[in-house]
């Protein structure tokens, strides 16, 4: 019989009251943790966390997804929306529909983004064995499918008996607020579990408010760090996604103004700075602009901040070439402060860097004026660049992709949010767009993962009522994975769908010209009696499958066409979908060519011709690849 201290429910019933009392707080602002549950429901969970999700009512809202992928990455869209601070919950049956979880799981890792996931597994007592879309391993019966979620969650736990999910259920919580261990957090649930009723102490479901800290940054380490700074004639800040995940844009832009030293940043690190601020140099690495870049090459101290220096960030171990450079990396963990064998400053970007700007103010540092002229003049030359790339002189002509940037730019306010992460247009993006707000640019590329923008736009956008949100894709990405259009029009969100149709995998072709592969396997086109995929472009609308799948879609043919369609998109208030067919920049201005080196391997040993002068190049490259000790 239960008691007045317990509250008799299904494994699954609890799990769900549990996560609905959850909250973090930060600099005095609380935040619900888990705002709502994605699912799609199969015998693992439908009678379980499904029912549980019914009989909850409106205390867990409920979104209806498509393909359990998309279902993650609408979750990440909304918890790099929210700061980190509030996360989604995603549920779905065993076997198929757990496996499909893996690659957003390993989005959300790589990028530090919270989100959980609640994927169903095989019975934990086993009745009968196997069941359906039970995989069997004849060397341990404890294995089953959900095991490969382990490497890339940052906890993982398979409820076997109830009393289990206590324990588990507060780890999870726990870790998803983390700062710095958050990612995603798997909780693997047998169906048999969780329809399993047990009496749970009340306690369990008490409200609870995790703090997300600010540590402070160790004296000595602070201390260092400033005698580094004071000691530096050429320093230069790269700023990575911990700048945004710790809300520091204010404390940069106040430390930038009082040293006149200058930003570049990351792919993750974008908008640390707005566009216009003087000393804001623009994206860095294989890339960035020509001014960060030279920057970075004559760089002697670079101060990373919330980075997590990729290949791209370093141009493969190319980037930085002054001989007595040194690094002072600003970090929330220290796995990433030490990199590149910085002097290290283990604290919260924003604690970090005010820290950092009281300290240097007392000794009045402030870089050398002709430094600050010289960057200041290379940033006039680039911006002209990005003039000329986004031109449109003939408003007859097909739009370039690079002129399609250039019409949004036009267009866009602070108000605006725009999602990419993979093919051609990140490279662009992150040379040329002017970002405007801290969030406005939202480009995955920690998994620079095909498919997930428009997913991911759902989630933005429900993290950010009343704001336009754009999903850029190319034609290769919205085929990978257009199904959650039917979610946005189910919901009646009115997020703005750019489809980019260029017949193929064009980032991935022009690397393939590259590296000696000549663009083998990557047009969209008819296979040739020569047996290669040379003949016509195929007969393939996304335009007619957009609408197919309820958007509003408008058609653009020519540069003026173009521009009203976005304009008419921006202000819809439904789903609507902006198809252009983009021209080559062959024939046209396109964008500024890549200013740094990145490491794609080349053929040792080949004998078609590209592949032999595409090594040649290649190993001139490797030749500046250093390690920084």
């Excluded at 009512?57 to 409920?62: D, K, R, V």
């Amino acid at each position: 019989m239960t008691s007045p201290q317990t509250r008799r429910l299904t494994t699954a019933q609890a799990l769900i009251a549990f996560l609905a009392r959850q909250y973090t707080e930060r600099d005095g602002r609380r935040h619900r943790l888990i705002g709502a549950t994605w699912g799609i429901f199969g015998h693992g969970n439908v009678a379980g966390i499904g029912q549980a999700l019914l009989e909850t009512g409106s205390a867990m809202p409920y979104f209806q997804g498509r393909s359990e992928q998309a279902m993650v990455h609408a979750a990440v869209g909304y918890a790099r929306q929210s700061g980190r601070l509030s996360a989604h919950a995603v549920t779905t049956s065993i076997g198929p529909g757990a496996t499909n979880l893996v690659t957003g799981a390993a989005l959300a890792t790589v990028n530090h983004l919270p989100v959980l996931l609640l994927p169903g597994d095989t019975f934990a007592t086993r009745p009968a064995d196997p069941v359906l879309q039970q995989l069997e391993t004849p060397f341990a019966g404890d294995v089953s499918v959900n095991d490969c979620l382990r490497p890339v969650s940052r906890y993982f736990d398979r409820i076997t008996r109830p009393e289990a999910l206590i324990p588990a259920a507060l780890r999870a919580v726990g870790v998803l607020a983390d700062p710095a261990e958050t990612g995603a957090v798997t909780l693997a649930l047998p169906q048999d579990v969780q329809a399993e009723a047990y009496d749970w102490p009340e306690e369990f479901f008490a409200e609870r408010v995790w703090h997300v800290r600010r540590p402070a940054p160790d004296p000595d380490e602070l201390d260092r760090a400033v005698r580094a700074v004071r000691a530096a004639r050429r320093p230069l800040i790269v700023a990575g996604g911990g700048v945004h995940h710790s809300a520091a844009e204010e404390a940069l832009a106040a430390f930038a103004a009082a040293t006149r030293i200058p930003v570049a940043s990351t792919q993750a690190g974008k908008g640390s700075l707005r566009h216009d601020h003087p000393a804001d140099v623009g994206g860095i690495g294989h890339t960035g602009t020509a001014t960060a870049d030279d920057l970075a090459r004559t760089a002697d101290l670079v101060i990373g901040i919330g980075t997590r220096y990729s290949d791209f960030t370093t141009a493969s171990a190319t980037l930085f070439q002054n001989p007595g450079v040194r690094f002072l990396n600003l970090n929330l963990t220290a796995f990433d402060a030490h990199k590149l064998a910085a002097l290290p400053l283990v604290a919260d970007a924003r604690t970090a860097i005010e820290a950092l700007t009281t300290a240097l103010a007392a000794g009045h540092f402030r870089t050398d004026a002709a430094y600050e002229s010289e960057y200041t003049k290379a940033k006039a030359r680039w911006e002209r660049r990005v003039d000329a790339a986004f031109a449109t002189p003939d408003p007859g002509a097909r739009p370039t992709q690079t002129q399609v940037l250039g019409l949004l730019d036009e267009l866009v306010t602070d108000e605006d949010i725009l999602i990419n992460a993979a093919g051609s247009l990140p490279g662009d993006l992150h040379r040329l767009w002017r970002t405007r707000s801290p969030d406005q640019y939202h480009v995955e590329y920690g998994y620079s993962c095909m498919g997930y923008e428009i997913p991911a736009a759902i989630g933005v956008r429900l993290a950010a009522l009343g704001r336009p949100v754009w999903a850029l894709v190319g034609d290769g990405t919205y085929l990978m994975n257009p199904t959650e259009i039917v979610t946005a029009v189910q919901e009646n969100l009115p997020v703005k769908l750019v489809v980019l149709q260029n017949h193929g995998y064009a980032s991935i072709g022009g690397l393939s010209a590259s590296t000696g592969g000549e663009r083998f396997g990557t047009a969209y086109r008819h296979r040739a009696p020569d047996g290669g995929f040379t003949g016509p472009p195929l007969p393939v609308d996304l335009a007619a499958n957009a609408a197919s799948l309820g958007m509003r879609v408008l058609r653009a043919g020519t540069v003026g066409e173009l521009r009203e369609a976005l304009a008419e998109a921006r202000a819809a208030d439904r789903p609507t979908c902006v198809y252009v067919e983009t021209e080559t920049p062959d024939t046209v201005s396109g964008p500024p060519p890549a200013q740094a080196w990145w490491d794609v391997p080349v053929a040792e040993t080949a004998t078609r011709p590209s592949a032999v002068e595409a090594r040649e190049e290649y190993e001139r490259h490797v030749a500046d690849r250093r390690r920084h000790l």
